[in-house]
């Protein structure tokens, strides 16, 4: 049963960090290109972040350029997304993906 599943989400303040975690179960993610996502409530759900299958390339919304990296470890089987300078407008359900694999999302709450 292939799983993707986060972790790492939680409450912040602006200006806080927080790392996301994406472990991937029943199936290796080498093979595969994988992205963040995230969802706000009341909006579409939107492409944050993607990684290239062995990590050499990455590409970020303009939203979050310089402020967040993707990464990955295959060894280890997992993604990741190293979020700083968060802000509100980040607030969000964050999802990883893999080929057309969903996690279930972790609440990433920025506020005062």
């Known amino acids: 049963q292939r799983q993707l599943v986060e972790s790492g989400g939680g409450l912040v303040q602006p200006g806080g960090s927080l790392t996301l975690s994406c472990a991937a179960s029943?199936?290796?993610?080498?093979?595969?290109?994988m992205s963040w996502y995230r969802q706000a409530p009341g909006k579409e759900r939107e492409l944050v972040a993607t990684?290239?299958?062995?990590?050499?390339?990455?590409n970020y919304v303009d939203s979050v350029k310089g402020r967040f990296t993707i990464s990955r470890d295959n060894a280890k089987n997992k993604m990741y997304l190293q979020m700083n300078s968060l802000k509100p407008e980040d607030t969000a359900v964050y999802y990883c993906?893999?080929?057309?694999?969903w996690g279930q999302g972790t609440q990433v709450t920025v506020s005062s």
């Open positions: 993906k893999a080929a057309v694999w």
């Open positions: 029943g199936f290796t993610i080498s093979s595969y290109a």
């Open positions: 990684i290239s299958s062995v990590g050499s390339n990455t």
